[in-house]
């Protein structure tokens, strides 16, 4: 019998303390990938979406709420622009495309936005077609939005006032949906989109307001442009903000929160040594049950040498028992998280696109679990024969 | 001219001594044996009452204590003399070992408890020598027991099959029947004898047990040999 037949049996004679210990690392393993790839992951799904475009127009105020807003339907409108606005930067010689949103009703929480059918120049209908006319009380529904709102081509609905569910009333307004967009892994997915004129004109808005947007998204010809109109709007203008480069935006937005990422990384960290530990406590107790048999095996021959490696040996199975778990582990926590990113940002993560944290983490792991199983080791190195063979009274 | 033929002793015991500290701080001696040999294939019964050193004798022949002087050769080889993992490769290669309480592993079955004999020697290990071993010992039924689902008499025959595992030249036993009833008893003793005869090994037994020992044409005094317990026996 070799080292892994004797690890193996040892392991399956304390198949409660194994099964244990195997936990607790798998859920550590586990934490410890999931911190990293939907970090590395939601970033790269923020940066993708950001990159279909260039700039946002908007009232005045703070370029990342504006971007939140605007792209990733997230957080507050900040304030309105009139629609001269619009026009004008639409008319803009290095404007590629300019599309208007306008926002501030919701469906059972799904946001219902003002647009232009030019909004969906890259996406694809699934089911149905786009509005006809820019006051038709017709909707086309994001993916995401139509298979959680349960609703299909022909269905209907009233919009709610306000941006999140449980608004201060119904509006009249009464909107039939005529398509459904295919999924686009973007914030696209989750939204109720109406033309612009409706959310305008809806009854119980400001009327005053009716010529107001909340923000232009916009594509520009060259990325020399952007700063020439950062200039125009930033610096030299006072009433409107340009942000730009949107993607810059969203990654600053992750190095502001890089601390809570090192923070998390830490817990991960510390998670991990402590359920590395957790081998060596789940071994070193088990010591005592297993002097006889270590005793046994120096008493056939076993060298001292023999059973130092086989007890980190035990240890090291245990840390790749815990590892192989620990993607099971990760699949269903990056699930849930998965579901959670994309019911608030519309973002989609590919949780199983290769990260360098799926190598490095396990092999970590198991690495920390063998050093954590060598002070068990020289316990059974240590072990007394002659003692170790006299029956416990 | 005529030649010279030595034949050299399986085991040779020369002045093999072994003395412990007491917790009061005086040196206890408890094994002295002057001389003792085995040829091959020879066995020895050794009548011994309990506290009288056999255990530390038997593991100072195993080399699971070190002596503190003299020699013990194991066909050839001294292995007081050895360093400690030469000893434990010296006990794999070419010694096995019945115990009281049989020391079987409860995690393993009774077929990889003697396969277990031989897997720290030279060589590979060999099952199907361990599943002839168990068949000879009565035991084709119960390969794959557990020591738990054994009873003490099927236990102690997986015990003897694993001490022969490894085709020793030289098989410890001490105190074997200790937990067995008579007729078990008779039975074991019955078995580990023929079981040695037919691997050729020598055995060399302890026991306080007289039908144990009456079994055995060769029996010595331990007492008489150990000349630690005279010397205790004398002081008190």
Redesign the interface.
């Known amino acids: 019998m070799t080292i892994p037949g004797l690890v193996w049996r040892s392991l399956r004679q304390h198949a409660l303390s194994t099964i244990v210990t195997a936990l607790a690392l798998a859920l550590a393993g586990g934490l410890l990938l999931t911190v990293w790839v939907v970090k590395t992951q939601a970033q790269k799904s923020f940066t993708d979406v950001a990159t279909n475009f260039d700039a946002v127009l908007g009232a005045r105020g703070s370029k990342l709420q504006l971007v939140l807003n605007a792209v990733f339907f997230m957080e507050a409108s900040t304030a309105n622009l009139k629609e001269a606005d619009y026009e004008q930067i639409r008319r803009h010689p290095a404007v590629a495309r300019a599309i208007p949103i306008a926002m501030g009703d919701n469906l059972r929480g799904y946001r219902v936005v003002g647009t232009i059918p030019a909004m969906f120049a890259e996406a694809e209908l699934a089911a149905g077609r786009l509005w006809e006319g820019d006051e038709a009380p017709e909707a086309v529904l994001g993916s995401f939005a139509a298979r959680q709102l349960g609703l299909t081509v022909g269905s209907e609905f009233n919009p709610t006032h306000g941006l999140a569910e449980g608004g201060p009333h119904e509006h009249e307004d009464h909107y039939e949906v005529v398509g459904v967009l295919a999924p686009t892994n973007t914030p696209l997915d989750k939204v109720v989109w109406i033309p612009v004129h409706g959310v305008q004109h809806m009854d119980g808005h400001n009327a005053a307001a009716a010529d107001e947007l909340s923000a232009v998204l916009i594509k520009l010809r060259s990325p020399a442009a952007g700063f020439m109109l950062d200039a125009m709007f930033n610096r030299q203008g006072n009433a409107l903000t340009f942000a730009y480069p949107v993607a810059t935006i969203v990654a600053d937005l992750f190095g502001k929160i890089g601390w809570f990422d090192r923070v998390l990384a830490l817990v991960a960290y510390l998670v991990g040594v402590v359920s590395a530990a957790t081998v060596l406590v789940a071994i070193y107790n088990s010591m005592s049950a297993r002097r006889r048999d270590l005793a046994i095996l120096r008493a056939l021959g076993a060298r001292r040498r023999t059973l130092f490696g086989a007890v980190v040996l035990e240890a090291t199975a245990l840390g790749v028992i815990g590892m192989a778990a620990s993607f099971g582990v990760f699949a269903v926590i990056v699930q849930v998280v998965a579901a959670v990113i994309r019911h608030e940002t519309g973002a989609v993560i590919d949780p199983w696109a290769w990260h360098p944290v799926m190598g490095w983490a396990p092999l970590g792991m198991v690495t920390l679990c063998a050093l954590g199983g060598v002070i068990p080791a020289l316990k059974a190195y240590r072990t007394d024969v002659a003692a170790g063979l006299t029956p416990e009274s | 001219m005529a030649s010279v033929i030595t034949f050299m002793a399986l085991l040779d015991i020369t002045d093999l001594r072994k003395a412990y500290r007491n917790p009061d701080g005086q040196r206890a001696e408890v094994v002295q044996v002057p001389a003792l040999a085995l040829e091959a294939g020879q066995q020895v019964a050794l009548r011994g009452a309990s506290g009288s050193g056999k255990t530390?004798f038997l593991?100072l022949l195993?080399g699971?204590?070190a002596a503190d002087s003299g020699t013990v050769r194991i066909d050839g080889q001294d292995m007081a003399a050895l360093a400690?993992?030469k000893r434990?490769?010296l006990?794999?290669?070419a010694m096995g070992?019945i115990?009281q309480?049989f020391?079987?592993?409860?995690?393993?079955t009774a077929l990889?408890n003697v396969?277990?004999?031989m897997?720290?020697?030279p060589g590979k290990?060999d099952r199907p020598h361990a599943r002839a071993l168990l068949e000879r010992v009565g035991l084709a039924g119960k390969l794959h027991h557990f020591p738990r689902q054994l009873s003490t008499g099927q236990q102690q025959r997986v015990a003897v099959a694993?001490a022969l595992a490894?085709r020793p030249k030289l098989v410890l036993a001490d105190e074997p029947t200790g937990n067995l009833d008579p007729r078990n008893a008779r039975e074991a003793i019955a078995l580990i004898r023929e079981v040695c005869r037919e691997n050729g090994a020598a055995l060399l037994l302890v026991s306080h047990d007289e039908d144990v020992l009456m079994q055995f044409d060769d029996v010595r005094d331990f007492t008489a040999l150990n000349q630690a317990a005279h010397l205790r026996e004398v002081a008190s």
């Not at chain 2, 020391?103 to 393993?108: I, P």
């Open positions: 530390t593991h195993a699971i204590l400690e993992p434990d490769r006990r794999a290669t070992y115990f309480t020391n079987l592993l409860q995690g393993h990889d396969v277990l004999g897997a720290f020697g290990v694993r490894n």
